[in-house]
Structure formats: C-alpha cells, structure tokens
C-alpha cells in the first residue's frame, strides 16, 4: 500500500502543475470575496471562515475526477486491483495521496489567506484545527465519488454533484468551529464533531470506493 | 464457463485445464470473447456460470492473492508517460516473490530496452512502450501469463524475443494463456478455439 501511496504522490510531484493550480485556484476563489462583498475588515473577518470552508472544498474537488480516470484510461486500473492489494486498501492509499498532493497543502496556505481576509488572530487556531480533520474527510468522501463515476462520460460534471451535498457536514461543522472562535465560545464540540466523521469516513469510505472500483473495471 | 457482456451471451460451456509449463491460443473472430475469458480468468470480470480452479481450488474466492498469481498484459501498456521505463515498473516488481522475479535492470534488458531504462515513456514509440509492458511480466513473477493481442505494435524481431520470454517462462513451469490474430511464436501451445 505505501507502495502505491509512493507512486501517487511521485505522479503528483512529476505533474506539479496540479497541485499549484489547486492551491491558486483557493487564493484567487477566496481573493474575490473581498472584492464582490467591499473591504470592510468587520464584515470581511465574520465572513472568513465560511469563505475558507467553501474555497477549500471546491479547490480540493479540482483534482479529484483524474484519481482514478487516469487509471482507467491508460489500463493501470486493472494492473492496480491485480497487484494483490485489496480494492479497499488501494483506494485508502489513493485518499492518502489526494490529502498529501491537496488537502496539506490547501492546510498550509488557509493560515496566510485566513490573515488576508482579516480574520481575527483568535480564530485562526480553531479554523486550521478544523481543517485537518475536514480535508482528511473531504479527501476520503471525494474517493468514494471519482470512483463511482470511473469511466462515465460526463464524469466531471458529475462527481461535484455527489461529493458536496455528502460534504455539507464536513462545511457546517468547520466553518462553525471558527465562527465559534468569532464570538468567543468554545470550538471543541465543533471540533470534537469533525474527528467524529472524520473516524467514520475512516473505514467506510475505502470500503466503497474499492468496491466501485471493482466494479467499474468490470 | 460461461460470461455475459451487458445482455450479450459471449460465450458458454467452455472448458479447459492448463497444467505448469502449458501454453493456450485463444483463437476466434472479433468479437468472439477472448478479451472477457482472459479478464474472467484474471478475476476482472463477473462470470454467469462456471469456476475457474487453481490446484483444484476456487481461484477466485480470494481475488488480491490470486492476482498475484498472474500478470495480465492488456489491450493498453499501463504506462505512466510522465514516468521513466524503471519507475514505471518498480510498482509492479516483486523482488523476492517464489524466487520467480527478475530485477527490473534484467528485465528490460530482456526486452532489449535498457538504453532507454531512464527516458520518460513519453519518449518510447509504441512498440517500445508495448516491450515495457512485456518487462512488467518479467517483474511481477507471477506464475501465470494472460497475454491479450501481446504482439500488437511490435516489430518481428520483439515478437521473436518475445517467443523466447514465453518459452523460457513456461520451462520454469510457468504458464501462458495469449490471445491473438497473428501467429505467436509458442511451440506445443494448444489451440483454443472460441466461436
């Protein structure tokens, strides 16, 4: 498994460009809230975090449909689930690779953006502790929809319409955990929320994308 | 055996055993099911009816060790063209495995590649990225050889060396199921005809 988490993230290395289009992708996406919303740090600052949250998950679903579309078209896939890895363990490697290529890095300049958008010092803690959770979630969700929209045509279009709306606790909880922060109430349930999923996703989700994996090499 | 593409009955009533050191050709039309016998074989594929036996046991009760069992060479090479030819194949090396594997070096020097071993498979023609694929063979160790269409897009003298691969892997007690048009270089193969 860490074989083919090695091979992934080298891939991702060798075609660097997606990374950084993710990453410009979340500073231009959040760069635009100041401009269609006015400057005003107050009102700027409430809205920092849900901002974060939304550019996030956007900027994290970019890469997604070439998770395994790249596999499929070039025949990798089969060559994957006769490696003698489990489908389940293949696809919790590809989650391991999508939060190394996207999720840390997005983790990284969240801090920078968050200051860019006049977040309140206090509440930049709780918005990157909410994110480390969030993304690994989001990492996983979003494995289980590039694999069930493996080799469909209008495969793009598609996986945003299947990972968002299981995605809206993953923002609810996040955004709230900073907006907490905010008004000076604790963030640890929030917090304590987001480990939750992320520890249900856990298990469940490379179960299901292995298996629609397996059956879209079919 | 028999196996369904969509609604489409491919093909029924198969039957046939293949012991160490044997060779099939999968013969027939296009169309005809060769592609989905080698994927039901190699576990990619649902079947309708039948069982594929190893040792007289269900090959495909335990699907990731069975698929170490075998090394598929499909219509497509597999190759990551950002990758060099070594990279490409260090995922699917199994140094160590039953004493079978050749190191990735030998392999692609079996396959008259290794000028090329640190170039971008971007940079290999077809045919060049199809002897890839066929090193990918050497380097898994596995027992048993599914080859579909093996030859497409190589030149006579490749199809030669890979005659030799084959036959020095069936030697060793490996087997061979090849499906293909064109005549492959496997002497005492049984012919297998799916029409």
Known sequence: MMRVLAREVRLSLRHGADTVAVLLFFIVAAGLFPLAVGPEPVMLGRLAPGTIWVCALLAALLPLDRLFGADFEDGSLDQLLLSGLPPSLMALAKAAAHWVTTGLPLLIVAGPVAIMLRMPPDALGPLLLGLLPGTLTLSLLGTVGAALVIGARRGGVLLPLLVLPLATPVLI????????????????????????LFVLALPLCPLAAGAAARAAAE | MAAFRGDHLVFADLSFRLEPGGALVLIGRNGSGKTTLLRLIAGLMPRAAGDVLWSGEDALADLPSHGLRLAYLGHQDALKLGLTAVENLALWARVGKEGRAVAIEDALAAVGLEDLAHLPARMLSAGQRRRVAIARLLVSGAVLWLLDEPTTALDTASVARLGGLAAAHRAAGGMVIAATHLDLPLPGATEFSLS
Not at chain 1, 173 to 196: C, D, K, N, Q, V
């Open chain 1, 173 to 196: 909880f996040g955004a709230a955990a900073a907006s907490a922060a905010l008004t000076h109430l604790s963030p640890r349930p929030e917090l304590l929320l987001l480990m939750a």
